[in-house]
């Protein structure tokens, strides 16, 4: 079973430090979805593969949101690179 959690953040350099944070401090596995929002924020989106206690979550900083699962849809048009004429 995967649980499922969303967190967006002002700033990529706080998105990364919590990353960093919940793969290496509390060892939180699975996948570690990141990507910029169209809002000028930034998304975290955590499937992990063990319940996270609710005490870690509470320690994030940025804003919960539900998480949007992605696996296998394409890169967005507007975040593709130019060079891919």
Do not use: C
Request: no cysteine.
């Amino acid at each position: 079973m995967v649980f499922s959690v969303g967190f967006e953040f002002e700033t990529e350099e706080t998105m990364l430090t919590v990353a960093e944070k919940l793969w290496t401090k509390y060892g939180v596995t699975g996948e570690l979805e990141m990507y910029p929002t169209s809002n000028q924020k930034y998304r975290l989106n955590i499937h992990s593969e063990k319940q996270i206690k609710e005490s870690i979550l509470d320690k994030v900083p940025g804003k919960r949101m539900q998480a949007k699962i992605s696996y296998g849809t394409s890169v967005p048009k507007e975040s593709q690179n130019e060079d891919d004429d």
